[in-house]
T-cell receptor, first 113, second 111 residues
């Protein structure tokens, strides 16, 4: 089954404790991205990657890092999480930068206390 | 980033009613998309629009690409309980660029 898998689904952590949210897709997609969803703000892009070893900032990249060492994986790293990063995070992939259909993971609800 | 405003923010309707929602932008977009997010899930693509004035249907859903290219509309006819969720519009300035998402319209259908 074609899917985007994020882990964990839920995470509560403390300020400053480094964490990684993993994302994996099994569709051989080139393009992957991370979004955060906040009430009243919709989905905002954090980082995106057009292919292996190619990553770029989205609209809200501060406080986040990503890497794309393999095509299927695109982890999101929070080196020093802060309470304003409490949010619902989605990983998405699409075939390439021209394709319009993005497939989303089920989301990771992160709470930073 | 681009700001896409969706209206209304939330809707409570009776089963069987028709629904209309829209999305507006200050920029001209090349592509408009409509996604639906079921509770506890990620968004799923419903309809993609590529040309100004284009009208596209997917079952009971119909979406239109506004002729000004700064807006898009989604209609749902004869709503049913499984239509519940958040509907997002998304726009793309040029082919290959990122998609900007709207603020979302939360739909509740009362049986």
């Amino acid at each position: 089954e074609a899917q985007v898998t994020q882990n964990p689904r839920y995470l509560i952590t403390v300020t400053g404790k480094k964490l990684t949210v993993t994302c994996s897709q099994n569709m051989n997609h080139e393009y992957m991205s991370w979004y955060r969803q906040d009430p009243g703000l919709g989905l905002r892009q954090i980082y995106y990657s057009m292919n292996v070893e190619v990553t770029d900032k989205g609209d809200v990249p501060e406080g986040y890092k990503v890497s794309r060492k393999e095509k299927r994986n695109f982890p999101l790293i929070l080196e020093s999480p802060s309470p304003n990063q409490t949010s619902l995070y989605f990983c998405a992939s699409r075939k390439d930068r021209v394709d319009t259909e993005a497939f989303f993971g089920q989301g990771t609800r992160l709470t930073v206390v | 980033g681009q700001q896409l405003n969706q209206s209304p923010q939330s809707m409570f309707i009776q089963e069987g009613e028709d629904v209309s929602m829209n999305c507006t932008s200050s920029s001209i977009f090349n592509t408009w998309l409509w996604y639906k997010q079921d509770p506890g899930e990620g968004p799923v693509l419903l309809i993609a629009l590529y040309k100004a004035g284009e009208l596209t249907s997917n079952g009971r859903l119909t979406a239109q690409f506004g002729i000004t290219r700064k807006d898009s509309f989604l209609n749902i006819s004869a709503s049913i309980p499984s239509d519940v969720g958040i509907y997002f519009c998304a726009g793309q300035l040029n082919t290959g660029n990122q998609f900007y998402f709207g603020t979302g319209t939360s739909l509740t259908v009362i049986p």
